[in-house]
């Protein structure tokens, strides 16, 4: 008997501390060169009409139930509150990815239409507490652990959506291209992207303070579960001993509730065996259960963004994202745009250094992340046509960064400014337009 372990198969047995450093080192960093790309958009759903009234469990069941029925490319998934989740199948191109999920989501808008439910492009629910949808084991023990640390667990599941952008990890060789620097990119541009694309400023219809709610969210439950590993030159080391030192969040059994361990790192379940030996499925299963904001997972999931605003709000920091790693050119501007924000890290992994908290308060209202922006968005709108990007994907690029990152702004400053932009937002207006 065997299972497989991200895509690996291993044997059903109990796993040791070796082992366990030696598989996730083998699987973290897939490389080669960057050929695909995908994409998971994350949506609130909401009335149609009256956005701000909450939804009873039943009608958003019986919409997804409809939902299954659609023949989609990307996978369908629904989070602990209910939000709806789309995830593209890796495409050989930025212009396949956005076509692929263009289309899906045209149909899954269009079947919510029929249940008078529509998709919500925000950070964070503006107006509702957490209510958690989803009745399963994995939630329960999930909600059980991150409550420990406060009250930020049950928002980031039932209250967050995002934009997760997936690269390939890059090459085994150094340069622009390589995993090593991709990895270390990755957690000095993913500060910028978050600054620029801050779009969940309030909670309980009041501002919180923070651009980005939903990092702020991130933040406080905690490094051990949300945060990065410390940045060195060897990323695959970095990751397994940030897997085997991470608290494991729950023990799974067939019967009855799920065991949730208080302090219990990997490593130490693969010394004591207790309350049983960990198997690989355990491994595969606990990886499942960090959420650093890039997790390597053989490619890169960068998930810094919040969701944004308008039908098609996706695309950008989709394209963005895109251009800045795997063109060449584009990369090396960007590695030279970011190196000096390194000063700001402090000893502290991301999202908790300095740097990334005040992307999250402040957005591009901080003077060096708005400077680093604008070159960086310079960059990729150069890149884009390099990388086949088509002139409906460049203008709205363009339009971003006039609307927001030319003028130190990012959406989250428009519903700071309007009582009602939350409204706007809710019934699906882009605000470019």
Same mark, same amino acid.
């Given at each position: ?130 209510? +958690? ?46 995993? %090593? ?121 960068? +998930? ?15 394209? %963005? ?64 046509? +390099? ?9 709205? %690029? ?36």
């Amino acid at each position: 008997m065997s299972e497989s372990v991200n895509g690996c198969t291993a044997p059903r047995t109990a796993v040791t501390e070796p082992e366990v450093e030696a598989l996730v080192r083998g699987i973290c960093f897939k490389t080669g060169p960057p050929r695909t790309v995908g994409v998971e958009v994350e949506w609130l759903v909401h009335e149609l009409r009256t956005p701000q009234l909450p939804m009873t469990p039943e009608r958003l069941e019986a919409a997804y139930a409809a939902l299954r029925t659609v023949p989609l490319r990307s996978a369908l998934t629904v989070e602990p509150g209910g939000q709806l989740e789309l995830s593209s199948p890796p495409a050989a191109s930025l212009m396949e990815c956005v076509d692929t999920v263009s289309t899906d989501l045209d149909a899954v808008r269009a079947e919510l239409r029929e249940h008078d439910l529509g998709l919500l492009g925000i950070g964070h629910d503006p107006w509702h507490a957490p209510r +958690r949808f989803l009745r399963e084991p994995r939630y329960e023990a999930m909600e059980t652990c991150l409550d420990r640390t406060g009250p930020a667990g049950r928002a980031m599941m039932c209250t967050s959506a995002s934009v997760q952008v997936c690269l390939d990890a890059g090459y085994e060789e150094p340069g622009p291209l390589g995993h %090593v620097r991709r990895w270390w990119l990755a957690h000095q541009l993913g500060a910028v992207l978050l600054a620029a694309f801050a779009n969940s400023p309030l909670a309980g219809h009041q501002p919180t303070g923070w651009r980005s709610t939903r990092q702020l969210r991130w933040v406080e439950i905690g490094a051990d579960r949300a945060g990065a590993p410390v940045l060195d030159a060897d990323p695959r080391g970095a990751w397994a001993r940030h897997v085997l030192d991470a608290p494991v969040m729950c023990v799974r059994q067939d019967g009855g509730p799920w065991h949730v361990p208080d302090g219990v790192t990997f490593r130490d379940w693969t010394r004591s065996g207790a309350p049983r030996p960990p198997t690989w499925d355990d491994l595969d299963y606990h990886m499942t259960t960090l959420f650093p904001p890039v997790r390597p997972r053989g490619h890169l999931e960068l +998930r810094m963004i919040d969701a944004q605003p308008g039908e098609n709000g996706w695309i950008v920091p989709l394209a %963005v994202t895109t251009a800045l790693f795997d063109d060449p050119e584009a990369a090396e501007t960007a590695y030279r745009a970011v190196k000096p924000l390194t000063e700001r890290t402090g000893a502290r992994p991301a999202p908790h250094n300095p740097l990334w908290l005040d992307a999250a308060r402040q957005g591009l209202a901080d003077r060096e992340l708005h400077e680093v922006a604008v070159e960086c968005f310079a960059t990729a709108l150069r890149a884009l046509p +390099r990388l086949g990007a088509s002139t409906e994907v460049t203008d709205a %690029v363009a339009a971003y960064m006039d609307r927001y990152v030319i003028r130190g702004r990012c959406p989250a400053d428009d519903l700071l400014d309007s009582p009602r932009g939350e409204d706007r937002r809710a019934h699906g207006k882009d605000l470019r337009t």
